[in-house]
């Protein structure tokens, strides 16, 4: 069965520093993995996806992922956090045999001090 | 820009009335889905619509049903509202086989 992971509930991390926020997943087949933000009291807007080709993947608000097939992950990253990150973040893959049906992880909380 | 808005940000039932969410797009969007989240569990598909007039279970549909009259329209509801459907509810659309999904704003509904 398909499945994407969060092993993190909460990430912390000061401004200025590097921050990753974590995904695993579970597909058969080639996997089509997203990811998306929501800030508070809103909807979710999408960052960035992975569907073929170079592993890194660049996205919106300087946001990028770096696919690993071996390891079977799809990690976010960014080079350097801001306050304004801070939000809840979801990993998300593409359900086999649909029309575009994802399957979304349980969201990992992004929190970034001054 | 792709905008899809729902009826209400917050709403108040009580137990036992009929509750109606309603979700508009204006890309034209063939396919429209129906989430709900809550904390912990994340988004949990409760049913989705691939054209006007048909509709699929997903996860999660017991409690709730569906309506597609129109292309740009996707109606969730509750039949009976419980407390135990107290949840922030999110609708989403997009083109078929187009991966990335677009999200409404959420309504968040309270049930005493």
């Known amino acids: 069965a398909q499945s994407v992971a969060q092993p993190e509930d909460q990430v912390n991390v000061a401004e200025g520093n590097p921050l990753t926020v974590k995904c695993t997943y579970s597909?058969?087949?080639?996997?089509?993995l997203f990811w998306y933000v929501q800030y508070p009291n809103r909807g979710l807007q999408f960052l960035l996806k992975?569907?073929?080709?170079?592993?890194l993947v660049k996205g919106s608000y300087g946001f990028e992922a770096e696919f690993n097939k071996s390891q079977t992950s799809f990690h976010l990253k960014k080079p350097s956090a801001l306050v304004s990150d801070s939000a809840l973040y979801f990993c998300a893959v593409r359900k086999g045999g649909s029309q575009g049906n994802l399957i979304f992880g349980k969201g990992t909380k992004l929190s970034v001090k001054p | 820009d792709v905008k899809v808005t729902q009826s209400s940000r917050y709403l108040v039932k009580r137990t036992g009335e009929k509750v109606f969410l309603e979700c508009v797009q204006d890309m034209d969007h063939e396919n429209m889905f129906w989430y709900r989240q809550d904390p912990g569990l994340g988004l949990r598909l409760i049913y989705f619509?691939?054209?006007?007039?048909?509709?699929e279970k997903g996860d999660i549909p017991e409690g709730y049903s569906v309506s597609r009259e129109k292309k740009e329209r996707f109606s969730l509801i509750l039949e009976s509202a419980s407390t135990n459907q107290t949840s922030m509810y999110l609708c989403?659309?997009?083109?078929?086989?187009?991966?990335?999904?677009?999200f409404g704003p959420g309504t968040r509904l309270t049930v005493t």
């Open positions: 597909v058969s087949g080639n996997p089509y």
């Open positions: 619509s691939y054209d006007v007039k048909m509709k």
């Open positions: 992975y569907i073929t080709g170079d592993n």
């Open positions: 989403a659309s997009s083109r078929p086989f187009q991966l990335e999904q677009y």
